[in-house]
């Protein structure tokens, strides 16, 4: 419950010195260190001019949230662990979303291999992944929360730039697939769910329509 993101990192540090056994309160608190501290210095910033610098996670934000990535993927690849399917896909999206809160090009390209190597598990990720795609204003009260906000920058700004542009397209990619994977399936609803999550409504509707869900999906 503590506020500060230092003690944060230090109880994830002590937690990882305790064994393979605490990977997963580990990796929790070095994402919960990572945001925190990323979070205060956005609200810092508000709604004053900024630099592109001042959006981009720090040294302490990058090393956090690399080292929860690095444990969340550890755990899933433990094949003595007791997880279950719906706590595995967890750890999956908590990864996912420390490798955008960081969008520098290496963790994009790791989100790329993530969405890639893990189907049909990522399919039951499709809702979330279309959320992330939806990108408040930067200078709104929304985006200065949250920890997704260099992320939102890349998708707004500079959305040509090769990796964020195959990053997008990926997730989209990933979210018309598992419309397909549900719907044969037969879970209607859950592919309902994964295209509305969609962001802008072309896309949305050129899914749908690809799928044969265009008279279901809400608009």
């Keep these: 419950e503590t506020q500060d993101e230092a003690c944060l990192a230090k109880a994830g540090i002590c ?10 309160r580990s990796a929790l608190a070095f994402e919960l260190s990572a945001n925190l501290s990323y979070v205060k210095r956005q609200i810092q910033i508000g709604f004053k001019d900024f630099d592109i610098e001042d959006l981009k996670p720090n040294e302490f934000e990058t090393r956090s949230l690399r080292h929860s990535a690095q444990l969340l993927q550890k755990c899933l690849q433990n094949e003595d662990s007791d997880l279950t399917e719906p706590q595995k896909r967890d750890y999956m999206l908590r ?6 809160t960081s969008s520098n090009d290496i963790d994009l390209a790791n989100v790329n291999d993530i969405l890639s190597n893990n189907r049909p598990s990522v399919y039951y990720l499709a809702t979330e992944l279309g959320k992330m795609l939806h990108a408040p204003p930067l200078r709104s ?7 997704l906000r260099y992320f939102y920058w890349r998708l707004l700004c500079a959305s040509d730039e090769p ?15 598992a419309c397909r994977y549900f719907m ?11 295209i509305e999550a969609v962001p802008d409504t072309d896309s949305r509707d050129e899914i749908a329509k690809r799928v044969g869900l265009s008279h279901k999906v809400k608009r």
Excluded: P, Y
């Design 15 to 24: 937690l990882l010195a305790l064994g393979s056994s605490e990977a997963q």
């Design 95 to 100: 990864r996912l979303r420390c490798l955008l």
């Design 141 to 147: 009260s929304v985006a200065m929360r949250s920890s």
């Design 163 to 177: 990796n964020i542009k195959s990053t997008k397209k990926n997730i989209m990619s990933t979210i018309e697939d």
């Design 184 to 194: 044969k399936n037969g879970n209607v609803e859950a592919s309902c769910a994964a």
